[in-house]
């Protein structure tokens, strides 16, 4: 047979000899994504980042990452995965204390020193020379709670409250308690306001002020709400009626916030103070159960005052710290309160925790997260008086993850006496907060 005039070429394409594509039909396409699904999708990303600081450079890349970080619902999402970091310790009288070089949160504290205000400044200070330079009182939310009170004062008075935000520069000057709430009790023993932390569902701008006054007979709970702008008394016990007789001690300025409670361990040894405030109801916590029993007779050791933690699968924690000034020497007794069937719930020992030697340890306060440490280095020992003695006048302030036991040095501050309260801050960076008053 004779040959092909017109072989096809070897080299052709598969696909040009098959069925011919009809003209004038395309290829299917892909409709576009929806703006919003891709946001939703860029959310779900940006949630899954393991770091603020991470989050923070992100929002840099461009205008609609900004814009989506930086949206309240998504911070809100992002706060709940992924609990700001500890970006300093603010004491009273002393100042705001960033965390310094070697703690993981320090370019983070840097910046939110750089921008915020701890002076306080902005507040105006009510227009009276006896009246001292507004203080701190407590810190929670970002918001701080400061105090202004008279200089000369000797006995325990109502005093002058406000509430700001040092990074915003924003502030809110409370009314007076007015004079029909307090005229009618006692003798005032001692005054302690603190911050309520918000819920879930309310506002993140509005917050609440608790004021506990302590009488002779009794205990009363004034509150501010933002949202009124007014005062109101939400409990009035008498501490006959809570099974208990008068504080002999001081305490309502220390305190302890665990998943909507206050608790004060300062005002009995073997009792603590509990407000639950969804409830706006006080009750008394028996601590001297189980381990305690045991744990606060020891001889030659100084038992120093409990603290309240948030433990494992949401059981009450107590950290004790146990140990002697003479020979510097101090443990953490890490105790759990268990229920057991239907015996009342008792303290068992979980952990004993061996602090750092030639130091002298104070609890000065504690989160849900951390409990808060006060480390005085001992340099020498002083025939005369005794005793050791400090190596300066500085004092080292350390955070001990309530979970993992690790124990972190945050920042170093003067040393005063009587000592100073510390309180945390926690925070994102100052470009991804929002202002919170």
Known sequence: PSANPNPLPLHLPRRSIGRRRPIGRRRPTMAPTAPHLFDEILEEIFLRLPTPAGLARASTASPRFRRIIAERSFLRRFRALHPPPLLGLAIDKGGFHPAEEHHPSAPLARALADAADFSYSFVPKPDKAWLTPWYLRDVRDRRILLECSC?????PVFTNLAVCDPLSRRYVLLPPIPEEMTVQQERLVEFAPMLVPIGE??????????CTPRYKSKLVMFVFSSI???WCIAASPSWSSLGIVEPPCNGLSHFNYVRGCFYWPALWKDKLLMLDTRLMEFSIV???TGYHVQLINQPGQSVCMSTIVDGTEGA????TLVGSYSYATFHLYHTTQQNNG????????????????????????????FLFLRCIRIAQWDDNAHGLLPEDNEFDLFSLDVKTSELKKVCRAKHYYPPNLVHSYFGFPPSLSKPSL
């Open 228 to 230: 009124t702008g007014q």
């Open 151 to 155: 200089r000369f004062d000797i006995d």
């Open 342 to 369: 239907e015996s009342p719930k008792e303290w068992q020992l979980k952990n004993v925790i061996a602090l750092p030697p030639q130091c002298h340890y104070f609890a000065v306060g504690a989160t849900e997260r």
């Open 316 to 319: 009450l924690e107590m950290f």
């Open 201 to 210: 569902e309310e506002e993140e701008t509005s917050f609440r002020v608790i």
């Open 286 to 288: 028996n601590i001297l």
